[in-house]
Each structure stands twice: as structure tokens, then as C-alpha cells.
């Protein structure tokens, strides 16, 4: 096992044991997962992106596996955590890359990316994980010496760009959801991708 495999695999024991506590990623755990994910980035090689997506899959299969049924109880509970996982995860990344040369924008938008990227491969709300990641851009956004506005469109773009590689409607969906406001923050997507008239019917996607 290389040294980023075993990084990785940190990240997914260190983020199913806060979900083993609590069942679930509860706004307190998200600090949790922020000092997880900021503790690989800080002190190995790993990838922005790769490490919100370990948090992101670990979060799905924890909550799945602790309510033992894909019942819309537990596929709510996946959506409320998976957001949640996606705000520690870009916080912990953003602060992860101090010293190592990473552009802000550049390390949100890669994780943004990544926690959608992830959503859609374990079957979790695409939407959420992307709301998820703007709001853990927009309070990271000090630490980063970047405008929340900035950060957020950092994150909401990415998520875009992102889900735009899954489909168009899914692209829409998430442009929809990230774009507006967001704690107080006016949120702007830089990027054509998921506009309205990219995709005539983008309920069609159902929860991707």
C-alpha cells in the first residue's frame, strides 16, 4: 500500500468513527471531519480533491450501513451528512495546502468538485453535497485571504463544472441549488455549464 493509499484510509476510519458516535454527520461532527481532512492534506501528499472525496464515500457508507435500510429516513439522513461531510471536508482542505503553494480558489473549487464527484458515486444527493461545499468555502474564506463571494463562487463552480460531467440535467439541478444565496453570501457561478436551457427537463434526474 503506497503512502497516499494509506492516507486515504485514514481519512475513512477517522470519518466512520464520527459517524459511528453520532449515526450521522450532526453539525458538530462537521468540525470533526474538518480536522481530519486538514490533517491529511497538511502532512502528506494527498490531493485536495481525493480527500473530500475519502470523507464523502466514508459518510455514505457509515450512515447507510448504521441505518441498515435505504428507507427515506436513512436517504435524508445520507443528504443532511453528505452535505455537512462536504462543508468540513472543504474547510479541513482549504487549511490543509497552507505552505504547499495551492491557490486558494484553485484547492476550493478542486474540492467543491470533488465532493460532487463523490455524491454521485455512492448514490448520495448531489445538491446537497454542493450546497455543502459552498457554505465550507464561505467560512473558510478568511483563512484563505479570499472575499466569501470569491470563495463561494469558487465552490459553487466547481460543483457545476463537476455535475456538468455527469449530465446536463444534473448540472442544472446544481447550478439551481448553489446558485442565489447562501448564508448571506450572494453566490455567483462562473460558468455557463447548467444553464436553464442546457437541459429542457432537469427533474429527470431524480436525486443525482
Known amino acids: 500500500m503506497t503512502d497516499g493509499q494509506e492516507a486515504l484510509g485514514r481519512i475513512r476510519e477517522d470519518v466512520n468513527r464520527v459517524v459511528h458516535d453520532a449515526g450521522e454527520v450532526t453539525a458538530a461532527g462537521v468540525a470533526a471531519v474538518s480536522e481530519v481532512v486538514q490533517t491529511t492534506v497538511s502532512k502528506t501528499e494527498t490531493a485536495v480533491g481525493d480527500a473530500v472525496r475519502e470523507a464523502i464515500a466514508a459518510v455514505a457508507e457509515s450512515v447507510a450501513a448504521d441505518t441498515l435500510a435505504k428507507t427515506v429516513e436513512a436517504a435524508s439522513s445520507t443528504a443532511t451528512s453528505v452535505g455537512n461531510a462536504a462543508n468540513g471536508a472543504v474547510t479541513g482542505a482549504v487549511r490543509g495546502i497552507r505552505g504547499k503553494g495551492i491557490e486558494a480558489t484553485m484547492a476550493i473549487a478542486m474540492a467543491a468538485r470533488g465532493a460532487v464527484v463523490e455524491a454521485s458515486q455512492v448514490g448520495a444527493d448531489l445538491t446537497s453535497a454542493a450546497v455543502g461545499a459552498v457554505e465550507g468555502a464561505i467560512e473558510v474564506a478568511n483563512d484563505a485571504a479570499l472575499s466569501a463571494e470569491d470563495a463561494a463562487a469558487a465552490a459553487a463552480t466547481g460543483a457545476v463544472e ?43 434526474v431524480g436525486g443525482s
Open 162 to 204: 463537476a455535475a456538468g460531467e455527469i449530465s446536463k440535467a444534473a448540472a442544472v439541478r446544481v447550478r439551481r441549488a448553489v446558485e442565489g444565496t447562501i448564508q448571506g453570501v450572494r453566490v455567483a457561478v462562473r460558468t455557463a455549464t447548467g444553464r436553464a436551457s442546457d437541459e429542457d427537463n432537469p427533474d429527470s
